[in-house]
């Protein structure tokens, strides 16, 4: 298991968890749309850190972002291994071919 299962597993396992005690329930706790709108304000930091070329603030942004991340997966129920599947269906693809094969909605 790596790091970020670790991790996920956490996430899930505070889902039921005491609000009061717990940042993570917390954040679940006030649903999906909060969860993604906190992944959002997480990426918007690490974005304003890559542009100012600041390598140990962009990783802890970054740890943000990986951590946020699972905690918006988790408020919906998808997995870790979810996404990792559809990467790995997508490796060896350019951007530009996968893009194109994408379903139009």
């Known amino acids: 298991m790596t790091l970020l299962h670790d991790l996920e597993a956490t996430?899930?396992?505070?889902?039921?968890?005491?609000p009061e005690t717990s940042w993570t329930a917390k954040l679940l706790a006030k649903g999906?749309?909060?969860?993604?709108?906190?992944?959002?304000?997480?990426?918007?930091?690490?974005?304003i850190?890559?542009?100012?070329?600041?390598?140990?603030?962009?990783?802890?942004?970054?740890?943000?972002v990986?951590?946020?991340?699972?905690?918006?997966?988790a408020a919906?129920?998808?997995a870790l291994d979810d996404v990792l599947t559809v990467l790995a269906e997508r490796q060896g693809l350019s951007g530009i071919a996968e893009k194109a094969a994408r379903p139009q909605s």
């Open 76 to 78: 919906r129920d998808v």
């Open 11 to 18: 996430i899930r396992a505070r889902k039921g968890a005491d």
């Open 32 to 47: 999906p749309e909060k969860c993604a709108e906190k992944f959002g304000e997480e990426a918007i930091e690490a974005i």
């Open 66 to 73: 990986l951590y946020h991340f699972l905690v918006m997966l």
């Open 49 to 64: 850190e890559a542009v100012k070329d600041d390598k140990v603030k962009l990783a802890s942004e970054g740890a943000d």
